[in-house]
């Protein structure tokens, strides 16, 4: 007997603040040292169990309902690691932009693997799940822990702290998507490139010391992404005309793109100008802590 119980979850989104290829793996992935903040843009997504023993999405974007889209992924790989073998219904609403850089379908994964480890009495432990999670995609894992945290390896590894402050961001994504996957096909790494480390801004964002830890701020995607679209330098343009000084930097490979700040009067001051320019979607977000 399966009880009538759905759970909801808030999906978020992230920025990464820091964002450095460090190579390329033998297995074709890259190898990164990231510094992910979740923030405060959801996805809602609720999950319920049935007697089916089938996976079902339901969404309010009728195109990503397909076998593909990973929040269905996720349900089948929980259920292959947890020998469960009950039905799973998810219903999404999304709000994330799709092809934005802001992890809209890793946190959607990463949240019905949550909801559906609660619903079958917690059978997988932090690791296991984290181990699904990795073999889903690369940040599927930091969605399991969310907040802020540094992220190495495939993004499989995350480490999480606690920053002494939080940014308010601006995100503006410019209504065009831009592939993942050609960004780091055509990403081009220099043997005698000078490899950022993202310790510094780690410590900076521990110790709350916020102004100078924007000037850390940096993402090594940016030059290919800019070249690869030359829409996404347009909208950057279109974007610090009313921002200001403030710094822009890509949302992971694109196309989104934010800018941080401390005031929030400022960052509404930020949000109002660039939701002027009638395109795409803005949104005005803060930085959210971890379980």
Known sequence: MFTAKVIEVKAPAKVNLFLEVVGKRPDGYHDLESIVQAVSIYDEVSVSLDASGASTLECNIKALETPQNLALRAASAFKEAAGLSAGVHIRLEKVIPIQGGLGGGSSDAAAVLLALNDLAGLPLDAGRLLKVAAGLGSDVPFFIKGGTALVTGRGEHVDTFRPGAFFHFVVFFPGFGISTAEVYKNLTLKLTENRRNAKVLRELLTGGNLPTAQECFFNRL???????????????????ARVGDSRIVLCGSGASLFSAFVDYDTAYGAYRAVKGLRQGEVFLANGIRGE
């Open 222 to 240: 940016e030059e290919t992404a800019y070249e690869l679209d030359r829409r996404l330098g347009q909208a950057k343009a279109a974007m610090q």
